[in-house]
């Protein structure tokens, strides 16, 4: 889940429940007209001049197998270490597990009544960050893993989402959004100190994953009415696209050797989207999955080997594993 790659003892899905299905996605995809023609309010009307808008590029028809959904394909063997997953517990919120690459869950690392989502693991395995409306609105925790102690990091009356570790382990990105809030990209400081925007609100943002090396933030974020995934820089600088079609792509995750990203992807105009991997400069486009027109397809997430890529999928939201060839496709869990 680094660029370059990066060692981590846990992976983490990313619960569909509150935001990504809901707030984030409707407020990104209602803005996206918006963003370039400056209707609403008294926002800027243009896009920060930091943008480098390269020439768009044209989709490329897909150099692997591409999987229907009816495709029976051999069973993938369990491979890698537990990773984080969220689930809803019946007469409770959601909860953070352990879960594993048979399908079987174990602990609830979290087990509080209020929400937590969207946890994962620093890079020297001590510390789980994740987000979390115990305290009221939803902000980031950080949770020492041997004492189970949680501590807050974040304190903001909006609301706090999707954190990600630095390949250092010094700093969180995550993205603050509420209502009648433009999406911003942040980076925090582990012990809560030095909070700083990277993204400025001209349009919707949300941090995907970083560097191996810590340099670049990968972002996904509005571009000439669709969804396009960026990198910039910590600081907010050099903000330049990785892709720039007429098409929405993003989330994405980079794989662990830092050589590509799998993200979602959404023909223009289309009610679906796809899991297809690239490239960390947007060359080489394959496409790995080719659901039923219903499907959401979203949130892909690597194996720790790089071979597989877990996914949502279905009007569910259930998970997945597919292998970069788009063999191998089996169901892990139901969604939560």
Not at 90 to 98: K, M, R, T, V
Not at 163 to 171: A, E, F, K, L
Not at 204 to 211: G, I, L, Q, R, Y
Not at 227 to 256: K, Q
Request: aromatic share 8%; proline share 10%.
């Amino acid at each position: 889940m680094r660029w370059p790659g990066k060692a981590a003892p846990l992976i983490s899905l990313r619960s569909p429940r509150p935001f990504w299905r809901s707030l984030f996605l409707a407020t990104i995809l209602a803005l996206a007209g918006w963003a370039c023609t400056g209707t609403t309010g008294t926002a800027p009307t243009t896009q920060p001049a930091s943008i480098i808008v390269p020439t768009p590029t044209t989709v490329t028809p897909p150099t692997t197998t591409v999987l229907s959904a009816s495709t029976t394909v051999p069973e993938a063997p369990p491979a890698g270490p537990p990773f984080l997953f969220g689930k809803s517990v019946p007469g409770g919120g959601d909860e953070i597990f352990l879960a594993f690459w048979d399908g079987t869950i174990g602990e609830n690392l979290t087990n509080n009544p209020a929400d937590d989502h969207r946890g994962e693991i620093s890079p020297d395995g001590k510390t789980m960050v994740f987000g979390s409306d115990r305290d009221g609105s939803t902000n980031l925790y950080l949770m020492d893993l041997d004492s189970r102690e949680v501590t807050r990091l974040t304190n903001n009356p909006a609301e706090d989402w999707g954190p990600v570790w630095s390949p250092d382990g010094s700093r969180v990105a995550f993205y603050r959004a509420g209502p009648g809030i433009v999406p911003i990209v942040y980076v925090i400081d582990a012990d809560g100190t030095n909070e700083g925007d990277v993204t400025d609100g001209v349009v919707p943002a949300n941090a995907v994953d970083w560097s191996g090396d810590g340099e670049w933030l990968l972002v996904w974020m509005v571009h000439d009415g669709a969804l396009d995934i960026f990198r910039v820089h910590p600081d907010g600088s050099n903000l330049t696209p990785v892709t720039s079609t007429p098409g929405s792509e993003g989330p994405g995750a980079v794989s662990p050797d830092g050589s590509m990203i799998a993200f979602s992807y959404a023909e223009p105009g289309g009610g679906k989207r796809d899991i297809w991997v690239m490239g960390v400069d947007g060359s080489d486009r394959r496409q790995l999955t080719d659901g039923p027109t219903e499907d959401w397809t979203t949130e892909p997430v690597w194996s720790p080997d790089g071979m597989l890529v877990i996914y949502q999928s279905g009007v569910r939201g259930d998970y997945y594993v597919v292998g970069l060839d788009g063999s191998a496709r089996r169901k892990l869990f139901d969604a939560p």
